[in-house]
């Protein structure tokens, strides 16, 4: 599970849940309590628009209802997150930054309004700027696991390892059944090279919550780092099984099918050596040789005689005239 996927669904539902449930109308002003409850049901039905016209009447009934802006933030937020290749993504995205320092204004010991602000800088990857507010929420609510939780992320941003494992085990300590703290200690533990440790915490999420995401990611720890193909390829079709059109999956189980072929394949058979060709001296060519040698050494010799014997009749004949 990515940053971007977790926090645009389900910590931004979880975020409108409790400020929903802590909306009580403030002394004196029951009709904006009343616009604040009813823009927290619009908004966990997705009617975003809406649920923002009700936080924007609650707050001009009580320009100090901190809760008010909080939900309108969030809600500005959502619709952020699913606008933000259109243009009017930025003017969401500022909305809601507004709306959460106005509530830091309203209430600065509320640690709600550093967690939205916080949140939202991890959405969009100021991982330093989240720090800083998610430190100071933490700081205010020590028992707030979402806080920690988000402060882990934005330290996997970082690629602070030591510390994002350290967040994460203080969220499990508190809640040992969350498989989304498992799975993501489980990452931190494989950008590590701690392999057995992520592979037990992958084991524990799945434990928890069967999720195709955490099977593809134990897969690939499996395939990739510990050259596992079997125990890889089976939670490989196990992803495909609940998610059949994961392309990704399709293509890594494919490598791992043939990566373990090429394991289980028999050694290629020895080439046989090839036989040396018959170098120029052998001892048939040098004896060849020497006999055309001592033919033409003969013929020669033949030659050079025939030939002094005729200068020998000349003079002999000369001296018989």
């Known amino acids: ?29 029951s009709e904006a309590g009343g616009h604040v409850n009813k823009g927290v049901e619009l908004a966990q039905q997705r009617k975003y628009d809406e649920a923002i016209k009700e936080f924007t009447t609650a707050i001009e009934a009580n320009p100090k209802n901190a809760k008010a802006y909080l939900n309108r933030g969030t809600a500005y937020r959502a619709l952020w ?20 320092a106005k509530a830091i204004e309203i209430a600065p010991k509320d640690e709600m309004g550093y967690l939205e602000r916080g949140q939202t800088f991890v959405m969009q990857k100021q991982y330093s700027e989240a720090l800083v507010d998610l ?7 020590p028992d707030n696991t979402m806080a920690i939780r988000l402060r882990g992320f934005a330290e996997i941003g970082l690629g602070d390892w030591d510390k994002a494992a350290a967040d994460f085990t203080a969220v499990l300590q508190k809640d040992p059944n969350d498989a989304q703290a498992y799975e993501r200690r489980g990452f931190v533990y494989r950008s590590q090279k701690k392999y057995n440790e992520a592979i037990a915490d992958y084991d524990k999420s799945l434990e928890i919550k069967p999720d195709p995401d955490v099977y593809a990611k134990r897969g690939y720890t499996y395939v990739t780092y510990l050259q596992n193909y079997e125990k890889g390829i089976a939670d490989y079709q196990q992803t495909l099984r609940i998610n059949p059109n994961d392309y990704d999956t399709q293509q890594r189980l494919q490598y791992a099918q043939s990566a373990l072929a090429a394991k289980n394949a028999p050694p290629p058979a020895p080439t046989p ?14 004896g060849i040789a020497l006999v055309v040698l001592l033919v033409l050494i003969g013929v020669i010799f033949v030659l050079a005689r025939r030939r002094g014997g005729g200068e020998d009749e000349a003079e002999s004949s000369g001296r018989i005239r």
């Open 1 to 29: 599970m990515t940053i971007s996927k977790f926090l645009s669904t389900a910590a931004i539902i979880f975020s409108l849940t409790i400020l929903g449930a802590e909306a009580k109308p403030p002394a004196g002003s």
């Open 81 to 100: 997150a699913q606008e933000m290749t259109s243009p009017s993504a930025a003017q969401r995205y500022d909305a809601a930054m507004a709306d959460f």
């Open 135 to 141: 430190g100071k929420a933490a700081e205010l609510k």
């Open 273 to 286: 050596a090839p036989t040396p060709q018959p170098g120029l001296f052998t001892p048939l060519n040098i």
